[in-house]
């Protein structure tokens, strides 16, 4: 069972980024699972969730309008279409799961982590 974040790099302020996760083991459409992120010095926060039943939520109202999220089930991914970076937006960023159906709190299980830095 594994997550493999893809996609992450060093982009400009107000460019954009596509990240992917692409899980093996197990089958996305099954459970909730979202996007996260850990800038440096801070903790982990969550950024949105698609539960089993396709419901979509985004957690965090300053990546709301610029972050979209979407899950392929027939390729097992989900991605992260993030446009108009800001500085501020600078963290490794993570897919997660607790491999509950519809909830991602208390995610747990996660894969390595995607760098993405917004600098000039």
């Known amino acids: 069972v594994r997550l493999v974040e893809l996609g992450g790099d060093l982009v400009q302020p107000g460019g954009s980024l596509r990240l992917s996760c692409a899980a093996s083991?197990?089958?996305?459409?099954?459970?909730?699972i979202g996007w996260f992120r850990q800038a440096p010095g801070k903790e982990r926060e969550g950024l949105s969730c698609?539960?089993?039943?396709?419901?979509?939520?985004y957690a965090d109202d300053s990546v709301k309008g610029r972050f979209t999220m979407s899950r392929d089930n027939a390729k097992n991914m989900l991605t992260l279409q993030m446009n108009s970076l800001k500085p501020e937006d600078t963290a490794v960023y993570y897919c997660?799961?607790?491999?509950?159906?519809?909830?991602?709190?208390?995610?747990?299980?996660w894969g390595q982590g995607t760098q993405v830095t917004v600098s000039s």
């Open positions: 997660g799961t607790r491999f509950d159906t519809e909830s991602c709190t208390d995610t747990y299980f």
């Open positions: 083991g197990f089958s996305m459409k099954h459970y909730a």
């Open positions: 698609i539960t089993s039943s396709d419901d979509m939520t």
